[in-house]
């Protein structure tokens, strides 16, 4: 009986890899704008995490709901902390329409463009980006939890406008706080204080 031979196998060589792997075919000003706009991303989940505290902390309750409404305090501000955008623009839209002193007229609208937006984020953050065009365009592979594929190239300008977007709502959000006489939490803008820490 003849011997078949033994298997191959391969393994990467990492010393022939070229520098940046697997990055390196497009631009530094790509991946600069992709950083950006995916810090901005970072930023607009932390607006709505203060926002979320903002509108609850200032929401009034009955005497007699005081207590609990304390007791769904806390993991409220726990999840505004931890959870994911998506969560986040739902726990802000809850937030908003639980606080009777509201003034934002346009409540669903803004919500419409921030999940947008988040869907835009996903596939930034969580894309394969495959080779650039020869325009510069690249198509992440991504594809979402209901099993549809991003199909739209992206290229600087696209990141560039998505960046400044996302800052706009982020921006949006602030004033839905400060348009009710609150400072926005952790700045020094204008408005009354929600919370001082004392002593």
Not at 83 to 94: N, Q
Not at 98 to 105: F, K, P, R
Request: hydrophobic share 40%; glycine share 6%; charged share 25%.
């Amino acid at each position: 009986m003849k011997d078949a031979g033994k298997e191959r196998r391969f393994v990467v060589d990492l010393k022939k890899l070229p520098p940046l792997f697997p990055t390196h075919r497009h631009s530094p000003i790509f991946w600069e704008n992709l950083g950006r706009t995916i810090a901005t991303f970072g930023f607009l989940e932390e607006v709505l995490g203060k926002a979320i505290f903002s509108f609850t902390a200032t929401t009034l309750h009955k005497e007699n709901e005081i207590d609990a409404a304390y007791q769904r305090w806390l993991p409220t501000l726990e999840r505004a902390i931890i959870d994911p955008l998506g969560h986040l623009i739902e726990a802000y839209g809850k937030a908003v329409r639980n606080n009777s002193a509201a003034t934002i007229e346009n409540l669903e609208k803004l919500l419409d463009e921030l999940r947008r937006a988040s869907a835009i984020r996903n596939v930034l953050c969580h894309g394969s980006w495959r080779l650039p065009e020869k325009d510069g365009k690249s198509l992440p592979f991504f594809v979402n939890k209901q099993k549809m594929i991003w199909d739209t190239p992206i290229d600087t300008p696209f990141l560039e406008q998505t960046q400044q977007a996302v800052a706009e709502l982020a921006c949006e959000i602030v004033t839905t706080v400060t348009h009710m006489g609150w400072q926005f939490p952790g700045s020094n803008g204008p408005g009354k204080v929600i919370f001082e820490k004392r002593g």
